[in-house]
């Protein structure tokens, strides 16, 4: 269905209602695993599981650089100093302190929690897919050399191996590996066509208008005047970041959301929404190239799934990496809900919600079914663990053939590697 300029995609839909009535999704890529929403349907009569290709984003996180935290934090105290701050600037400028101490030595590390997601996930997987996970079965699970994601492995592995210690399971984390877990390309780093130029430039134009600092720092400081307008919005937006990030750190007994007013928290949400959606989504206004760095990924996923429906052993597959390689998948594969497409930012987040496609340990599973005695291979694919449609026609519910599948993102795969070389 369009309407003005953009493709609504209904289950992408958000608003300022919903981040309200919970604020943790205002942190987009920093919201916390929520957990599957829907229950896994029935396969079709006959059919059993017998192997799941799977892809998972680290777990939550400490923000990647201390960095944000410790630069606010001295800006408070160096102003509480000049006897310039409020008393809730004061509050601000101890809890910042506690943020720190808390954060050092440990950039981008993966948090306790995200440690948690991992187990439970892995839990899910077991239990729903008991067939994939008997008595000798092989699991071969590979890692993003990033330590984050090593932990994140090690994390689901521990746990499938305590639910049954008869699985024979091998773990890598190698150089080797990173042209497909997650092909390196700088977040900035796009072609240089005149298309991603007019979406920087719009992108900026809307950033800066959903930055409006003003209100907080007349609650931080007693002159409205102490910070000029670069350094204020440098300060709020920083102090977003935390407040978003704070949900993966629950060993800290407060939260920061509420220095920000519910529309503030939209206004900042919608920014960091569309640098996502620039960045790897299916834009109408961008080249297209940002899906394309999974085309490596995607070609893994068909390769190593052909071995398995031959029988060659392996169970599951597992793979443990990025939001900047899990995103691009999503939209390559054209997931919903990440098929929104949409030519207004202003409009973005009614088709395309990030926190939607990649909290933290965000995953993609392709579970393989086939009957005893028959060839035929189906499967389904989940997006966070819930059941997902794909742009072909299905076999029956949310359940493909391989072998239409196969032929489908083939050509994507071949057509994202080729035009990307």
């Not at 650089?65 to 102003?79: C, I, P, R, V, W």
């Not at 497909?180 to 005149?194: A, F, T």
């Not at 196969?406 to 590697?417: G, I, L, R, T």
Request: charged share 20%; net charge neutral; glycine share 8%.
């Amino acid at each position: 269905m369009l309407i003005a300029g953009l493709t609504l995609t209904v289950s992408a839909q958000t608003s300022m209602e919903e981040l309200t009535a919970n604020p943790a999704k205002s942190g987009g890529n920093y919201y916390a695993y929520p957990g599957p929403a829907s229950k896994a349907t029935e396969a079709p009569a006959g059919y059993e599981p017998f192997y799941i290709s799977h892809y998972g984003r680290h777990g939550s996180r400490y923000m990647t650089s201390s960095g944000e935290a410790k630069d606010a934090y001295n800006l408070l105290n160096t102003a509480d100093q000049n006897g310039k701050l409020t008393k809730l600037g004061k509050q601000v400028r101890d809890e910042l302190k506690v943020v720190v101490n808390n954060m050092e030595g440990r950039s981008g590390d993966l948090t306790p929690l995200g440690r948690q997601q991992h187990q439970g996930i892995a839990q899910r997987m077991y239990h729903n897919y008991p067939q994939v996970f008997a008595d000798g079965s092989a699991i071969d699970a590979r890692s993003s050399v990033v330590t984050r994601c090593v932990l994140s492995m090690d994390a689901f592995c521990q746990e499938l191996k305590g639910l049954n210690p008869k699985l024979i399971i091998t773990n890598d984390a190698s150089q080797h590996d990173m042209y497909y877990i997650c092909k390196e390309r700088g977040h900035h780093d796009r072609k240089g066509s005149n298309t991603d130029a007019t979406w920087d430039a719009s992108y900026e134009v809307f950033a800066a208008a959903k930055s409006n600092p003003e209100r907080l720092m007349k609650k931080l400081f007693t002159s409205a005047d102490y910070l000029e307008a670069e350094p204020a919005g440098k300060l709020s937006r920083s102090l977003f970041n935390i407040a978003c990030d704070l949900q993966d750190m629950p060993n800290i007994n407060f939260e920061m959301f509420s220095l920000f007013t519910p529309q503030e928290r939209f206004d900042y949400w919608q920014a960091q929404n569309a640098w996502w959606y620039g960045w790897a989504g299916l834009s109408p206004l961008q080249d297209g190239n940002g899906p394309k760095i999974a085309g490596n990924l995607l070609q893994n996923i068909i390769d190593e799934a052909d071995k398995a429906v031959a029988q060659k052993g392996t169970s599951a597959t597992l793979r443990f990496g990025h939001d900047t390689g899990i995103l691009p998948l999503i939209s390559l594969m054209q997931l919903q809900p990440g098929t929104g497409r949409a030519t207004r930012l202003d409009s973005l987040y009614m088709v395309w919600t990030d926190f939607k496609l990649i909290p933290m340990a965000a995953n993609v599973q392709l579970i393989f079914y086939r009957k005893p005695g028959d060839s035929d291979v189906l499967l389904k694919v989940l997006l966070n663990e819930n059941e997902v449609a794909l742009p072909f026609k299905a076999y029956t519910g949310n359940y493909y053939r391989w072998s239409d599948f196969k032929n489908f993102y083939q050509k994507v795969a071949d057509n994202a590697n080729n035009s990307s070389n």
